[in-house]
């Protein structure tokens, strides 16, 4: 009887070793080979929330501040020709600092599981989101099909911002329609994002328009147009 109960004891033995080894093997080769593949996958998925998130940063603030002051006037000769367009310099600087501020508290809410797209929270659970974590990714990803890309359990993804919020106001200009000018001013955002594995991280670069004002004014291109060009940033910390 003690000869069996040590042969089993044993065999325990054994079957906890080899599932230590296999387990380390597993995480080995997971980290070399899936991983870059997982990471990639959820980097695409990040940034794609990220992208959504910096697009919906306008506020009334910043509605009520253009609404309330002209952005730019025009500036044409007697045969309706545009000359210049001279911007508000004052009115342009007042809007990205509005923009860079709401820009930078959205980033530090979506880094904490708050204010996310719609889709987002369809998806994931609460509790998870309170830790921070916005998006899953199934282990199956890495057989690059489909059939089997929801398979596997599924390993937590979260985001975090660092440097500045990098802004730059632009203009751009086209023809529309008959004798007339499509005047767009937009603001370009520029963020670094990391997206954190549990064993690994990944910086990219995010970038989004923000359109602030579209406006159809009469009259033909210019050759050369007085605009501006002003560059604003906040630091995420």
Do not use: C, H, W
């Amino acid at each position: 009887m003690d000869k069996i109960k040590m042969l089993f004891k044993n065999t325990y033995i054994v079957i906890f070793i080899f599932l230590i080894i296999f387990s380390t093997i597993f995480l080995i080769i997971l980290n070399k080979k899936a991983m870059p593949v997982i990471m990639n996958y959820a980097s695409v998925q990040t940034k794609k929330i990220g992208i959504e998130v910096l697009r919906n940063t306008g506020t009334d603030e910043l509605n009520e501040l253009i609404d309330n002051n002209n952005l730019f006037s025009v500036t044409q000769n007697n045969n309706g020709e545009i000359e210049s367009i001279d911007f508000n310099t004052r009115v342009i600087n007042d809007a990205l600092k509005i923009i860079a501020k709401n820009v930078r508290k959205r980033l530090k809410e979506v880094e904490k599981g708050k204010n996310l797209p719609d889709e987002i929270y369809e998806s994931i659970l609460d509790k998870k989101l309170k830790n921070g974590i916005i998006y899953e990714v199934p282990v199956g990803v890495v057989f690059g099909n489909s059939l089997l890309s929801n398979i596997g359990p599924k390993i937590p993804v979260k985001i975090k911002y660092s440097g500045n919020v990098s802004l730059d106001i632009k203009t751009r200009v086209s023809e529309y329609g008959l004798n007339s000018a499509l005047i767009e001013v937009y603001v370009l955002v520029e963020v670094t994002q990391r997206t954190i594995l549990p064993f690994q991280s990944k910086d990219i670069k995010l970038s989004s328009e923000i359109p602030i004002v579209i406006k159809v004014i009469k009259g033909s291109i210019p050759y050369y147009l007085q605009g501006i060009n002003e560059t604003y940033s906040l630091p995420m910390n």
